[in-house]
Every structure is written in C-alpha cells, then in structure tokens.
C-alpha cells in the first residue's frame, strides 16, 4: 500500500526555520519525482519545490527559491524541506506528493500520482 507521510511542521517565529519530512512506502522513490506543495487559507495549492529520484535534480518556487532547501534523507524512502528564514506568508498546510518518472520544473497538482495528509506549518510572532 503507498503511503506518504509528513512530519516536522509547528510554530516558528519569523527567521526561524523548520525540517519537514516526508516518509514514502509502498513504491520506489527513487523512480518519482517528488514534490513539496502547500495550500494556505482561502488560497489554491501551490508547488513548492520538486527532487526527481532518478538524477537529483530540484525545483523551487520563485517565493522560496534560497531558503528552502529539499533533499534525500539517510535513506531513499525520506525526503527533506529545509526551511530558513520563515515569513508570516510561508504559513499553510505543507504536502508531499509524488509522480512516477521525471518532471521539468515544478508539476501541477493534478499531474501528482500520491499525496500525503498534510503537515501544518505556522509562521507567526
């Protein structure tokens, strides 16, 4: 059974910085690419940032393009979001999804194969 699951969110204040994960099972990871979305109140979901299993390569949202960071966890079921510098407006429910094979750029939320529930980040002081 697939199964993608995050963990990591909470509060932060502005500056601050968060680690996001999001565990995989039930399918090879390393042959999707695998996305971070996020979906604020009253707004759509967005992509966040992209990591292809096959080559590495990563994507990013011009809103968080230099500080965020996605990776490989220790092992190939784990992907990483780093988070620095948080902004009020970085809050919202932050996602994991997946599409078989590789992708250029950030995929659109119909195009994803699996999501995750969802973790919630807050960004206040």
């Known amino acids: 059974q697939v199964q993608l699951v995050e963990s990591g969110g909470g509060l932060a204040q502005p500056g601050e910085s968060l680690r996001l994960s999001c565990a995989g099972t039930?399918?090879?990871?390393?042959?999707?690419?695998i996305g971070w979305f996020r979906e604020a109140p009253g707004k759509e979901r967005e992509g966040v940032s992209c990591i292809i299993g096959r080559d590495g390569s990563t994507y990013y949202s011009d809103s968080v393009k230099g500080r965020f960071t996605i990776s490989w966890g220790n092992d190939k079921n784990t992907i990483i979001l780093q988070m620095n510098s948080l902004k009020p407006e970085d809050t919202a429910l932050y996602y994991c999804?997946?599409?078989?094979?590789?992708?250029?750029?950030?995929?659109?939320?119909?195009?994803?194969?699996?999501w995750g529930k969802g973790t919630l980040v807050t960004v206040s002081s």
């Open positions: 999804a997946a599409i078989k094979g590789r992708v250029f750029g950030l995929p659109g939320t119909y195009a994803m194969d699996y």
């Open positions: 039930g399918f090879p990871m390393d042959y999707y690419a």
